[in-house]
Each structure stands twice: as structure tokens, then as C-alpha cells.
């Protein structure tokens, strides 16, 4: 990639990340981190920045996004030290459309021979590598088909594990935020893993030509992230929910980390707050 390219790249992904996660440099997102158990069968087998989750079933797994090309050895490294098979990846899942949710799919299709699935907004992007939203060229990355295309409140069920996908529609057209049930001793927990509720450097708002309804778009996606019912706080980066920080809290502390829905509205308020900001700015207000 040249040296150009690469520091658009950066920008953007860093953009994506959203306010915390400005500091984090790109190398966050392809350094290891410890794979670890979030609660009952709902694991990280993520970077230190790039989110992957991985839901663990006797009848097969489940994985959410395949994030970089290069991420994918570090991915599987991470399933295998759980003590699962890659092979064993029955569906993949993306959060969005962007390179660095998906552009590893390609590969893991290859390897584990899962069926990917995707919210029909972010269909076209993800069959033509990213071409049609012409966002910007360097967001491409290799195609891949998909073999089930998702709408607004469909399940995937793989074994005894249950994910719902909810539109979160804005930062991409089928931007799709997870939520399942996750049994963790004897508590029922409500898991939500954020699509991306940021509007990236660049983004039109108003009089967008080739996404007209995206900031009604945006709209919706918080309407939604407001309804979720929460306790475990997660997203497409570990910077959305401070996921270092409750990593190292896992081992001393009285109770799971991840649960935070205080954390979880506080960082949806201030998403929200940001894209008004932005709206109302775009318009001359
Ligand atoms: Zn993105």
C-alpha cells in the first residue's frame, strides 16, 4: 500500500473509532491481545483495538467480524487458545461494511467454510469490496459472497445461542448492531455489541446524493441503541467500552466487568450529541 494511501486509511480508521479512540494508534489494530471469556459462551478474539467475538456452541460457533486481512491468523491464534476449532466457525457475522470489520471475510469463507451473513444495506459494498459506496477507494477490500442477506430484527441461530440483528443504519446503510442472551451461571445477561454510531471526517449530512436518508438514517440507529435492553456493553472496537481497562479488572473483580449499562448509555448519549452537532453545523446552524 502506499505511504498516501496508508495514512488515509489511518485517518479514517482511526475516525471510526470515535472520540476515545483517537489516541489509539493503527497498531491497536492488529496487535494481539489476550483472547478471553466475556460471559457463559460469548468470547474476544479481537485485537487490542479490532473487535472479534466469538459465540461458542456444541453444534458450532459463531464469529462477528473478520476485521482486516491480516487480522485473520491473529483471529484463529485467538480461537485455538480458547480451546476451539476455527474449523468449527458455522457463520460469520460483520458489524459494517468498512475494511477493518471485513475484510478479512474472504479468507475466513476459505478457511472455515462458514456461511456469511449480512444486513442487506451493506450487501452490495461487501459482494463488489466496497466499490458502490465510493466512500472513498481506499476502503476496498476483497469481495465476498454472501449466502444469507439479513433484515431488521432477523435471528441467527446457531446450537442453543440466539443473535438478533438490529439496523443501525448511518455510519454504513446496513451498519448492524448484535444483541443476544448470554447465560453466565445462574444470570440471564443481555449482550449488545455496537455496530458504530460514528460519523467518520468526510460524512455528508445533508443533501448526501448518494445516501440521501443518512441522517434519518443516524437517527433511527440511536432511537434503537436507546430501546436495547443492556447489561454487557460491547462494539466493533474495544475503544467503545473501554475494553482494555475491564480486561484487566477480569481477574480481581467482585463482579463482570463488561456489565455497564450505565457506561453503555452515557457512551450512546454522547455519540448522539456528536452527530447532532455535526448535523446542525452541516446545516449552518
Ligand atoms: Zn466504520
Same mark, same amino acid.
Given at each position: ?122 450487501? !452490495?459494498? *461487501?459482494?463488489?469490496? $466496497?466499490?458502490? =459506496? ?9 469481495? &465476498?459472497?454472501? #449466502? ?108 463482570? !466487568?463488561? *456489565?455497564?449499562?450505565? $457506561?453503555?448509555? =452515557? ?9 447532532? &452537532?455535526?448535523? #446542525? ?5
Amino acid at each position: 500500500m502506499k505511504s498516501y494511501v496508508l495514512s488515509l486509511v489511518i485517518a479514517f480508521l482511526t475516525a471510526c473509532v470515535g472520540v476515545r479512540g483517537v489516541a489509539q494508534s493503527p497498531s491497536s489494530w492488529t496487535e494481539p491481545f489476550p483472547p478471553h471469556t466475556i460471559a457463559g459462551n460469548l468470547h474476544y478474539v479481537g485485537s487490542r483495538d479490532l473487535a472479534s467475538y466469538l459465540i461458542t456452541t456444541n453444534e458450532g460457533h459463531i464469529l462477528i467480524n473478520s476485521s482486516l486481512e491480516e487480522s485473520v491468523p491473529l483471529i484463529r491464534a485467538s480461537v485455538e487458545k480458547l480451546g476451539f476449532k476455527f474449523a468449527d466457525v458455522k457463520v460469520l457475522l460483520i458489524s459494517h461494511a468498512h475494511a477493518d470489520h471485513c475484510a478479512g471475510s474472504a479468507e475466513i469463507k476459505k478457511l472455515t467454510g462458514a456461511r456469511y451473513m449480512v444486513m442487506e444495506g451493506d450487501v !452490495p459494498a *461487501i459482494e463488489s469490496g $466496497g466499490a458502490p =459506496r465510493k466512500l472513498a477507494d481506499y476502503l476496498a477490500f476483497p469481495p &465476498a459472497k454472501v #449466502d444469507r442477506v439479513l433484515k431488521d430484527g432477523d435471528e441467527v441461530k446457531v446450537g442453543d445461542s440466539v443473535l438478533v440483528a438490529h439496523l443501525t443504519p448511518g455510519h454504513t446503510r446496513g451498519c448492524t448492531t448484535w444483541t443476544m442472551k448470554v447465560r453466565d451461571g445462574g444470570k440471564l445477561l443481555d449482550a449488545v455489541i455496537i455496530g458504530s454510531p460514528n460519523v467518520n471526517p468526510g460524512y455528508i449530512l445533508v443533501n448526501n446524493k448518494t445516501y440521501p436518508e443518512i441522517a434519518t438514517d443516524y437517527e433511527k440507529c440511536f432511537r434503537v441503541l436507546h430501546s436495547l435492553p443492556v447489561d454487557l456493553f460491547l462494539g466493533a472496537h474495544g475503544s467503545y467500552y473501554d475494553m482494555e481497562k475491564k480486561h484487566a479488572l477480569l481477574p480481581t473483580a467482585a463482579t463482570n !466487568p463488561f *456489565i455497564d449499562p450505565e $457506561g453503555y448509555r =452515557r457512551y450512546v448519549t454522547e455519540r448522539e450529541q456528536a452527530f447532532r &452537532a455535526e448535523w #446542525d453545523k452541516q446545516m449552518g446552524k
